[in-house]
Each structure stands twice: as C-alpha cells, then as structure tokens.
C-alpha cells in the first residue's frame, strides 16, 4: 500500500484564485455580482489568510475549519468571488486530509458557482482537479471523460495556459491503464504546449509524473530517459533539484539493481528536504531508503525507516 501510495503524488491540478500553488498560474478571480462592503470584504480576505497560512505550515484541519467558515460568511454577505475562493481552498485541504469525496462535492460546488457566472476557463480548471480525484480513486473512465470535458470548455484553448497540464492528465490517465503509447503521445502533446507558453514548470512535473508511472510499469529504459531528463532540465534553467527529483532517480537505481548510486541519490534527497524543505511526502523518503537498506542486506536500518514511513 505505502509503495502504490507513493505514485498518486503526480500533477493534481490546484487553483486557489489569487494564491496559486507553486508553478501555476493564478486564475482570475469571478466579479461579485453583489454589494460589496469593505468591512465584510476585509474580514473575509483576512480570514482566507489564516486559513492559508494554516495550510501553509500543514496544519490541514485547522486550514480547513477557517476556509468553511469563511465559505459560510462569504454566502451570508453574497460575496461570489469569496464563496469560489473559500470553496477551492476549502477542497484542497479535504484533499491533502485524503478525504477524497468530501473534496469532490467541493470541487464540485466550485464548479457549478463558476458554470453560474460564465467563467468557463474557472470551470475547466475545476473539472480538471475532479478529474484528478477520479483518477486518485482508480475511477479511470470518469476521469477521462471529466478531463475531456474541461478541455471543451476552454474556451481559447491555444491561449489558455491550463491546456498543457490537462492534456498531461490525459497522458497520466493513459499510462495507469498501461496504454503507454498513448500516454506518450499526449505527454509530447502537452510538453509542447508548455514550451509555446514558456512553462518549463509545468514541463518539469509533467516528465516527473510520467517517470515514475513509466516506473511503475516496469518501462526502466524510457523511465531512465524521461526522468534524467527533468533532472537535466532543473540544471540548464537554474531551477533547484528538490527532493522529489532525487526521490525518483533513487527509485530509478534500485529498480535497476544499481544500490550504491540509490544510496547516494536518496541522501541527497533527505539533504535537501532539510536545506529547502520537503516537496515529496516525508513518509516516501523513509519509504525508499528503507528499500534500498534492505536490497543492500541491512535489515535493522531499513526496519528502523520502514517504522518512519507509517
């Protein structure tokens, strides 16, 4: 369970309307088509903060009981704008709670709110994280047709800058079903479309969650090709190697037998998680050097990670 948990960390799409999670793009906030009271206004926005900087520190509950309040006050003042905001916040922290389904009515909500004010790229963002969500619940043929969806909406597609992230879903919802073909051609597809926008981000998680599914499949060679190659690409743009990447190489190493360069490579990730702070769940970390231990005949230590890992 611990080993399949590590692959669902991929490219879960998250709007936060104004505070867009690291490598996305905001998008722009609906107008309110009601009064809008500073005082109310104020309160909210302050509000929201608090429950942003509670996610912030991990705090996901404490997060996740101001962004309903907020969503509670903001429909009370008839605040659109707030009521999508708290709401998108509101889901994020169900999801990192894994409370996946409470999420998804969330996601949802947001959804219609948008449909209501005719911001169909909005729409088309949220569609796509419920799309993600199918996807985390091994609900593959809703997941495609969610993602398809959106894509229709976009209502410029060739100026959007979410396209590349939702045909990278579409590459990702392919190779869990093993089409790795497919998966290929739309990972090109959207990695392409990336490049148009200059999104070197997003072309960075997209060939990070290819690899490992890539990996997870047992396709080592092309794993090997495809997540060097988002190594290579931090380096040439000056963009910092996180613990993520390194994460990926070392599980890379160990599949391919190669322990003593695993070892090297999940030190490194433990250094810089503690240097820059962990973009990878903790748990993995200890997770993977636990394997690597125990492929390398030391049973105490990796016993000792396993333990580190639950």
Known sequence: MRAALIWICTLFFVFTMG?????????????????????????????????????????????????????????????????????????????????????????????????????????????????????????????MRTIEKAIRLLPHPERSPFLPRMLAQKATLYSRVGQISNADVFLRRAFLEADNRGDVTAQIAMLDAFGRDLLEYGYLQRADSVLTEAFRLRRSTRRRVNDLCYRNLAMLRLAQHELKSAGILIHLAFQAARKYGNTAPLWSLYYVRGSIRQARGRPREALADYRESL
């Open 19 to 143: 505070s867009a999670t690291v490598g996305q793009r905001p998008v722009a906030a609906p107008t309110s088509p009601g009064p809008d009271h500073s005082g109310s206004h104020q309160s909210l926005k302050h509000l929201r903060q608090r429950g942003v900087a509670f996610a912030k520190d991990g705090e996901f509950v404490e997060a996740s009981k101001l962004f309903d309040r907020g969503y509670r006050l903001s429909l009370e003042a008839r605040n659109s704008e707030y009521t999508i905001r708290f709401l998108i916040n509101l889901a994020n922290t169900r999801f990192k709670l894994r409370h996946y389904r409470d999420a998804m009515r969330t996601y949802l909500e947001a959804e219609q709110r948008a449909s209501a004010l005719n911001n169909r790229e909005l729409q088309a963002a949220l569609l796509t994280n419920v799309s993600w969500l199918y996807t985390v619940m091994g609900a593959y043929p809703e997941a």
